[in-house]
């Protein structure tokens, strides 16, 4: 293991802002931000009751800002990591097009409106849920847990689990056992999509000393573990059904997607564990994406059709 990578105040800092409005965009991790979007409608969606669509609109472009908030703080702690890591060294700091002070106050800036707004207009049980969110990806991954444990993704996965749970109580104002298995399925889907990623990333977290579990425990045991936590996503994923609130249709496709994730999962655990193509853990990492995708949009189709069917009727 790399000794631990020193943060430096000066990473990425310029004289003068020569940002770019995209720039400031990148800031917000778009890719990230899509799926939070993305399962934050699937809660908003299929919760009982209903919500005044311009109210909703602001919900969901809440819940999107605060996310972009949480990428952004992250992106100014990890400035120093991201320099050297190839995967991110042409993010906006790293790459001197913005500074870490002005990353930083963006970050908070967006944080506080997308909270206020978000409990102002819609409700505080959700502005407290996403403000809760943005602290713990802000500070308790990205400040603690990264650089101090394996088990950084684990915990730390409870953060992107949250949008969902989000969205309900934007619709409800309550945390239900429902919302609960939304949170469930991202959370228990996180160690094997990212220890996937980690698996052919492996270099670039030894260079800067973050202890990943491929770095941290070999790559065998993070095989092992991915199809361990494989094992358990698949039947979590059906549980919307299981539990009533989801119809056959989610029923049939969530048993079918979880086959298919324990497939790629049984691939990668049969991968030779100093396979230098870690083409198994690559399939592997895109498909759980592709799962994600599938298992909420199904959602969302089941509880829109019926109201689409009777405009159209």
């Not at 994600?292 to 689409?308: D, R, S």
Request: include cysteine.
């Amino acid at each position: 293991m790399a000794e631990t990578f020193e943060r430096s105040e000066t990473t990425g800092s310029v004289a003068a802002s020569t940002a770019m409005p995209s720039d400031y965009f990148e800031l917000l991790k778009p890719g990230v931000m899509k799926l939070v979007v993305f399962t934050a409608i699937c809660g908003l969606v299929i919760a009982p009751g209903s919500l005044h669509p311009v109210l909703a609109l602001i919900a969901i472009l809440c819940i999107a800002v605060g996310a972009g908030a949480s990428g952004a703080l992250n992106m100014w702690f990890d400035a120093d990591i991201d320099a050297v890591m190839t995967r991110t060294a042409k993010r906006p700091i790293p790459s001197g097009r913005v500074s870490r002070q002005e990353a930083l106050a963006f970050g908070l800036t967006l944080s506080f409106f997308s909270v206020f707004v978000l409990g102002v207009l819609v409700n505080w049980l959700s502005a407290g849920l996403l403000a809760f969110t943005i602290f713990f990806y802000a500070v308790i991954y990205s400040m603690w847990l990264k650089r101090s444990t394996p088990q950084n993704i684990v915990i730390g996965g409870a953060a992107g689990a949250f949008p969902p749970m989000i969205g309900w109580a934007a619709v409800t104002n309550s945390v239900s056992l429902e919302s609960l298995a939304l949170f469930a399925i991202i959370f228990i889907w996180t160690p094997p999509h990212f220890w996937a990623l980690a698996l052919f990333k492996a270099g670039d977290y030894e260079k800067v000393g973050v202890p990943m579990m491929p770095n941290v425990a070999g790559n065998r045991s993070t095989q092992n573990q991915i199809f361990a936590y494989s094992l358990l996503l698949a039947p979590v994923g059906v549980l919307p059904y299981v539990m009533g609130f989801a119809g056959p249709a989610y029923g049939i496709v969530s048993a079918l997607a979880g086959a298919a994730f324990l497939w790629f999962a049984f691939r990668c655990w049969r991968m030779p564990s100093d396979d230098a193509a870690m083409v198994p853990a690559k399939r592997l990492f895109a498909y759980s994406i592709v799962y994600l995708f599938v298992l909420f949009g199904t959602l969302i189709l089941e509880a829109a059709l019926p109201g689409l069917a009777a405009m159209l009727g």
